[in-house]
């Protein structure tokens, strides 16, 4: 793997989940692997679960970690190319990237979505310069569209369920559901759960429904041929996992359309599933989003959810590290 930015950079999508949950079983096996690599991890956003998870990954294939927060630890970082920079800026993506690019072998970055301009933050600015100028491999902690290592994370989380319950079924029904906030939030992490969830349902694996309300439709490159109902009732029918998510509107780009409480998940909804297990990439708004009973209770899976971050993103590292 020489980047990982989508699931388009992974060739074997089932060999990445297994080296997850390999990893989550024995994760000093390739010790050996990154002794004498650096993993520089760049933020322009807040991380609880990326950071640690990610630093925690990479130590556990024997690499080194260093970790900056621009804009905060160091220079303001300018995007655009033939610019005159006399704004608030003062370096540029192409030293700032080259430079880190020397010091690391691998560089992860985290840069949210603005939720300003919809084709700047669909153009993928800050990966891509990055990915140009760094000259070495670049790994995704969430970018403007999308999430991956979360996505891969709730993959194994899926599977391991699977594995671990025989209420589950072979090919589960997966519900991705939006739920209220008064925040505008970015639709990375639902972006890339459709661009995996598909993947999954075309192998086989699980059955996958959308459903939000009118107005939160996310953009067609990412919900693909998935079925998008609007009648919550109906999406969450027989429901093995319910996977909830709050996202600002991609067609009325980033704005907040409704905050109908109606759409946060209780144990109400929960008893309308198949049993099923709820998910959430955290951080979530408890009540606001989800009643504390649902993420109390034994159908939540968002701890264990959260603890297979690690496992992916050691997966994902141990197949770029292969390549150096
Ligand atoms: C981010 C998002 O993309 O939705 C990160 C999720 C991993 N979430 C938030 O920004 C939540 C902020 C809030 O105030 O609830």
């Keep these: 793997m020489k980047n990982f930015l989508s699931l388009a950079d992974v060739t074997d999508l089932d060999a990445l989940i297994q080296s997850g949950r390999d990893a989550k079983a024995s994760p000093f096996a390739d010790q050996q692997l990154g002794k004498n690599k650096t993993i520089g991890l760049i933020f322009f956003n807040s991380s609880l679960r990326t950071r640690l998870s990610t630093q925690k990954a990479a130590q556990n294939l024997g690499m080194n970690v260093m970790m900056m927060n621009v804009g905060q630890d160091s220079w303001g970082l300018e995007m655009e190319e033939g610019v005159l920079m006399n704004g608030d800026k003062a370096e540029h993506i192409r030293e700032a990237a080259a430079v880190i690019g ?3 072998d691998i560089i992860g ?3 949210f979505a603005e939720l300003n301009d919809r084709e700047k933050d669909y153009r993928e600015q800050v990966m891509n310069q990055f990915a140009k100028y760094a000259r070495v491999p670049i790994v995704n ?3 403007a569209t999308r999430h991956p290592l979360q996505s891969l994370a709730d993959c194994i989380t899926i599977e391991e369920a699977k594995a671990t319950s025989s209420l589950i079924p072979a090919r589960p029904k997966v519900v991705l559901t939006w739920l209220p906030h008064f925040k505008p939030l970015p639709q990375a ?3 890339s759960f459709c661009e995996w969830m598909n993947a999954r ?6 059955e996958f429904v959308v459903t939000h309300p009118e107005g939160y439709e996310l953009a067609p490159e990412f919900v693909g041929d998935a079925p998008v109902i609007y009648n919550r009732a109906e999406a969450f029918a027989g429901a093995d996992f319910i996977y909830g998510k709050n996202w600002s ?3 009325q780009y980033g704005q907040v359309l409704t905050q ?3 759409w946060a998940v209780t144990m109400d909804d929960m008893n309308r599933t198949n049993s099923g297990k709820f998910m959430h990439c955290l951080p979530v708004r408890r009540n606001l989003k989800v009643s504390d009973a649902v993420l109390d209770g034994p159908q939540s899976l968002v701890i264990e959810q959260a603890a297979n971050r690690e496992w992916s993103a050691q ?9 150096l």
């Excluded at 349902?201 to 699980?206: L, M, N, P, Q």
């Excluded at 997966?315 to 390549?323: D, P, S, Y």
């Design 141 to 143: 902690l969430e970018s």
């Design 102 to 104: 020397r010091y690391c």
């Design 249 to 251: 509107s991609y067609a």
């Design 201 to 206: 349902a075309r192998s086989g694996d699980v």
């Design 315 to 323: 997966a994902v590292l141990k197949e770029i590290l292969k390549t």
């Design 260 to 262: 109908d409480p109606s």
């Design 109 to 111: 970055i985290r840069a």
């Design 189 to 191: 992490v639902a972006n």
